[in-house]
């Protein structure tokens, strides 16, 4: 009789226990239902700042950008963002047959660029500027040009800085650089 009760009785016991399952559930919720309705109007159910802390602007209103304005906004910024661009040209291993001579820096501002450019050479080991331009208008070229310090002999690690100049202030706009060797043979 044991084997033939044996199957029923694991059913019950399976029933007890979805029972058991159900009623610790419902506790739960019932539990997290009692401390919620504790909480008064000013509370953090009602008022999610009391609880984190953060003042919310009250100015803030919902919704987004419709698509429309995205549009525009995009349009903006690429506008911006084309004004500023900065085209960079030059040749990146100048030479100079000695610290005094001329070298071929043939640094342009292309015809593409929206501003004057003046560009500066720094040198990487002690920061010193050792050459300097004038204002470049667009669409010109340096071919030419000395140093502004007499180097030894020796190649010389440096950074060609391009600044975009206003035409109207003489202000810098923006910059752009270029790692370059500069080479003085005697």
């Keep these: 009789m044991n084997k033939a009760s044996s ?9 007890i226990n979805i029972a058991i ?8 919720i019932a539990v997290i239902f009692v401390m919620l309705r504790g909480c008064d109007d000013s ?16 100015g803030a209103v919902e919704g987004g950008w419709n698509e429309a304005d995205a549009d525009a906004i ?11 661009m900065i085209n960079i040209s030059m040749n990146t291993t100048p030479n100079f047959a000695t610290g005094s001579a001329e070298g071929n820096l043939m640094i342009v501002n292309e015809s593409f660029n929206n501003y004057p ?3 500066e050479i720094i040198r990487s080991d002690n920061g010193e500027v050792i050459y300097k331009s004038g204002a470049i208008p667009v669409g010109s070229k340096i071919e030419n040009a000395r140093l502004l310090t007499d180097l030894d002999a020796g190649k010389y690690i440096c950074t060609a800085m391009f600044h975009n100049v206003s035409p109207e202030t003489g202000e810098y706009l923006g ?7 500069v080479t003085v043979l005697g």
Excluded: F, H
Aim: proline letters at 6%; a positive charge.
């Design 7 to 15: 199957p029923n009785r694991k059913k019950n016991d399976k029933g």
């Design 21 to 28: 399952a159900v009623i610790a559930v419902l506790a739960v």
């Design 43 to 58: 509370g953090s159910a009602k008022n999610p700042a009391a609880a984190s802390g953060i003042a919310y602007d009250p």
């Design 74 to 84: 995009i349009d903006s910024l690429n506008k911006k963002v084309d004004e500023g």
């Design 117 to 119: 450019q003046v560009v």
């Design 175 to 181: 910059c752009a650089g270029a790692v370059i060797t």
